[in-house]
């Protein structure tokens, strides 16, 4: 066991490492934790100063928590809140930025939530954890400010089963309250405040705790096709329709899908950097599936797939053939790498407008894994196009599709969301 390893398991016992520690250890996976002590926060929400205290502030608190009234979070749970807590804002030196409000200059991160999310995506599936950690971790930090809006907003209960869908409710819950006890502010009081409230309401939906109670729990109601490809449409149906507020009951998915249910076509939409394998996979396991290639209508319109004239041309045309397929209720996989969130938006749109069941497989691969793979393609990238990509990664999120694919390197499953009664 490397000491990298037995450090990181020590997160799942009684260890509590300071930021510093933290540093010693995880610096060269994520250089931005190098930037934390350079970037500066708003004086008035952050009055301790640059995100390096914060984070070491909020360490602390978290550790305060476990110790009292968090006792019960141990091994991979503890270890992901550590984790998360760490990497919460690491994407702050990238977003942060001054802005005025209301007259006054503040010091804000837009989006560093997200950002932060995507930024761990090819890093943190690098180190030796589980991967149920690693996507608990990018929950975390990908959705950690919403919280308080849910509240602010007066969110129904779809917004709440949306989040609890990508994060674990009771570890954000957690670390929000860290977040908020590892910082000097006025509203302090006020904070805490919304936590509780947020966490009354997601104990109230039956959306506390494990991820995956939520879904188990609602789907146990519309158990009533016997058909198997029916009712996994009726059921990942009925989940994306209750997270979007479409309907305000899981039974009401049973009428609103009734004749949409008796005959479907599946849509699965790659997302993955160049040399993830998108392709391999699809030719494995989704065999008879109408491929649309935008590297195959590239080569077909330009004469070289790496040829990037004629982008708008391109795109009209495998979006003509995306609905023509969709239209007939034939089976197809758009292959692309979608890193974009608006790209896989107007695709996955497309499949449900057209009454497909959406599928969404995101590739998850390390950046010297994707760069060894893509050395090794008929096709290759130049390397530089592989670290524009992974720059311009946007991580997806459970909610985009119907349900979810995670693969990692060489075609590995990493996990699925949703129900599956087969590949297809």
Same mark, same amino acid.
């Given at each position: 066991?490397?000491?990298?390893?037995?450090?990181?398991?020590?997160?799942?016992?009684?260890?509590?490492?300071?930021?510093?520690?933290?540093?010693?250890?995880?610096?060269?996976?994520?250089?931005?934790?190098?930037?934390?002590?350079?970037?500066?926060?708003?004086?008035?929400?952050?009055?301790?100063?640059?995100?390096?205290?914060?984070?070491?502030?909020?360490?602390?608190?978290?550790?305060?928590?476990?110790?009292?009234?968090?006792?019960?979070?141990?091994?991979?749970?503890?270890?992901?809140?550590?984790?998360?807590?760490?990497?919460?804002?690491?994407?702050?030196?990238?977003?942060?930025?001054?802005?005025?409000?209301?007259?006054?200059?503040?010091?804000?991160?837009?989006?560093?939530?997200?950002?932060?999310?995507?930024?761990?995506?090819?890093?943190?599936?690098?180190?030796?954890?589980?991967?149920?950690?690693?996507?608990?971790?990018?929950?975390?930090?990908?959705?950690?400010?919403?919280?308080?809006?849910?509240?602010?907003?007066?969110?129904?209960?779809?917004?709440?089963?949306?989040?609890?869908?990508?994060?674990?409710?009771?570890?954000?819950?957690?670390?929000?309250?860290?977040?908020?006890?590892?910082?000097?502010?006025?509203?302090?009081?006020?904070?805490?405040?919304?936590?509780?409230?947020?966490?009354?309401?997601?104990?109230?939906?039956?959306?506390?705790?494990?991820?995956?109670?939520?879904?188990?729990?609602?789907?146990?109601?519309?158990?009533?096709?016997?058909?198997?490809?029916?009712?996994?449409?009726?059921?990942?149906?009925?989940?994306?329709?209750?997270?979007?507020?479409?309907?305000?009951? &899981?039974? $009401?998915? !049973?009428? %609103?899908?009734?004749?949409? @249910?008796?005959?479907?076509? /599946?849509?699965?939409?790659?997302? =993955?950097?160049?040399?993830?394998?998108?392709?391999?996979?699809?030719?494995?396991?989704?065999?008879?599936?109408?491929?649309?290639?935008?590297?195959?209508?590239?080569?077909?319109?330009?004469?070289?797939?790496?040829?990037?004239?004629?982008?708008?041309?391109?795109?009209?045309?495998?979006?003509?053939?995306?609905?023509?397929?969709?239209?007939?209720?034939?089976?197809?996989?758009?292959?692309?790498?979608?890193?974009?969130?608006?790209?896989?938006?107007?695709?996955?749109?497309?499949?449900?407008?057209?009454?497909?069941?959406?599928?969404?497989?995101?590739?998850?691969?390390?950046?010297?894994?994707?760069?060894?793979?893509?050395?090794?393609?008929?096709?290759?990238?130049?390397?530089?196009? &592989?670290? $524009?990509? !992974?720059? %311009?990664?946007?991580?997806? @999120?459970?909610?985009?599709? /119907?349900?979810?694919?995670?693969? =990692?390197?060489?075609?590995?499953?990493?996990?699925?969301?949703?129900?599956?009664?087969?590949?297809?």
């Amino acid at each position: 066991m490397s000491a990298l390893e037995a450090w990181l398991n020590s997160l799942t016992q009684d260890h509590t490492p300071d930021f510093q520690e933290c540093l010693d250890y995880l610096a060269d996976y994520f250089p931005l934790l190098l930037q934390f002590e350079d970037t500066e926060q708003d004086p008035i929400w952050h009055a301790e100063g640059n995100v390096a205290i914060h984070t070491d502030m909020v360490l602390k608190a978290l550790y305060t928590e476990l110790n009292n009234e968090a006792c019960h979070i141990k091994g991979v749970h503890r270890q992901a809140l550590i984790l998360g807590a760490l990497l919460h804002d690491i994407a702050k030196p990238r977003s942060t930025r001054r802005k005025e409000i209301a007259g006054i200059e503040r010091v804000v991160a837009p989006r560093h939530e997200e950002m932060g999310a995507s930024y761990l995506a090819t890093r943190l599936i690098a180190l030796p954890l589980a991967y149920s950690v690693i996507s608990t971790v990018m929950g975390l930090v990908g959705f950690h400010n919403q919280l308080k809006l849910l509240v602010i907003k007066n969110q129904s209960y779809g917004d709440y089963l949306h989040l609890a869908l990508n994060a674990n409710l009771e570890l954000l819950y957690w670390l929000e309250v860290a977040d908020m006890k590892g910082r000097t502010c006025d509203d302090l009081a006020l904070q805490l405040g919304m936590l509780e409230e947020f966490k009354m309401f997601a104990q109230d939906y039956e959306l506390w705790g494990l991820q995956d109670h939520a879904t188990l729990t609602l789907l146990s109601k519309i158990q009533v096709k016997k058909v198997p490809s029916q009712q996994t449409y009726l059921s990942n149906l009925a989940i994306s329709q209750l997270a979007h507020g479409q309907i305000s009951t &899981i039974e $009401e998915a !049973i009428a %609103k899908n009734y004749d949409a @249910c008796q005959s479907y076509s /599946h849509l699965y939409v790659m997302c =993955g950097i160049s040399g993830s394998g998108k392709s391999t996979w699809i030719k494995k396991h989704l065999a008879g599936f109408e491929v649309i290639s935008l590297d195959g209508i590239r080569q077909e319109l330009n004469g070289h797939q790496a040829c990037q004239k004629n982008r708008g041309q391109v795109l009209q045309l495998a979006k003509k053939r995306l609905k023509q397929a969709l239209a007939k209720k034939r089976n197809v996989v758009w292959d692309a790498t979608n890193i974009r969130k608006d790209f896989r938006s107007i695709v996955c749109d497309l499949g449900r407008n057209y009454g497909a069941l959406v599928t969404l497989v995101a590739f998850q691969l390390s950046d010297k894994s994707l760069r060894r793979n893509n050395q090794d393609r008929r096709f290759s990238v130049d390397n530089q196009v &592989i670290s $524009e990509q !992974i720059g %311009k990664l946007q991580w997806p @999120c459970f909610n985009e599709a /119907h349900r979810f694919l995670l693969i =990692g390197n060489k075609g590995v499953e990493l996990a699925r969301r949703g129900t599956f009664d087969s590949m297809s």
